[in-house]
């Protein structure tokens, strides 16, 4: 019964490519989110949803394309993939107003 | 410029051993949580505090929010190899808002 899960765990793809991260969640939760872990462990929000629509967008290149088709789902597209893109991207949900996230389990992608 | 710093950055210990480890900034915060990531996993909830001067405890850890809602600490009693992880600070400024992360203390615990 994973709470948040996100396909795929890893992704090996070549530099210029498209590639879609998938995340879905079955708490029930509002709100959404995608961070991002740098080598350094270092994790930054990306995107937040709350209800299907878009209230955080941090400094994100517009190759990063959120799509929140319902509440329950928050996908991840990322065109023309760059070597700097590689990381570990965590998908998370959060019961509305209050700040306590549960994460994935992360998908490490890695552009070569 | 990071808005909260963790120290130690990596700490290497032997089981039994005692440790703390600081989140500070020179913001003040509504909240502030306490995660812990292990290897191949997403980070998970230990503790949220809201209260200046709070203390609550897991077990054998023992978190401290600040009086001045600007730092936090972690203090692990006798640690065992189990608590080996990335430990995380997370704060939000307002409920609701943004969590921001600090960098992460490694810690590893050997036997």
């Known amino acids: 019964d994973t709470a948040v899960s996100q396909t795929p765990k890893y992704l090996v793809t070549q530099m210029g490519n498209d590639k879609s991260i998938k995340c879905e969640q079955n708490?029930?939760?509002?709100?959404m989110y995608w961070y991002k872990q740098d080598s350094k462990k270092f994790l930054k929000i990306m995107f937040s949803?709350?209800?299907?629509?878009?209230?955080i967008n941090e400094t994100v290149p517009n190759r990063f394309s959120p799509k929140s088709p319902d509440k329950a789902h928050l996908n991840l597209h990322i065109n023309s993939l760059e070597l700097g893109d590689s990381a570990v991207y965590f998908c998370?949900?959060?019961?509305?107003?209050?700040?306590?996230?549960?994460f994935g389990e992360g998908s490490w992608l890695t552009v070569v | 410029t990071q808005l909260l710093e963790q120290s130690p950055q990596f700490l290497s210990i032997q089981e039994g051993e005692n440790l703390t480890v600081y989140c500070n900034s020179s913001s003040v915060f509504s909240s502030l949580q306490w995660y812990r990531q292990e290897p191949g996993e997403g980070p998970v909830l230990l503790v949220t505090v809201v209260t200046g001067g709070e203390v609550k405890k897991l077990k054998r850890l023992t978190f401290q929010f600040g009086d001045a809602r600007k730092d936090s600490s972690l203090h692990i009693t006798a640690a065992q190899p189990g608590d080996t992880g990335l430990y995380l600070c997370?704060?939000?400024?307002?409920?609701?808002?943004?969590?921001?992360f600090g960098q992460g203390t490694e810690l590893s615990v050997k036997p």
């Open positions: 949803y709350n209800n299907k629509e878009l209230i």
């Open positions: 998370a949900s959060s019961p509305g107003q209050l700040n306590t996230i549960y």
């Open positions: 708490l029930g939760h509002d709100t």
């Open positions: 997370a704060g939000s400024k307002n409920q609701g808002g943004k969590l921001i």
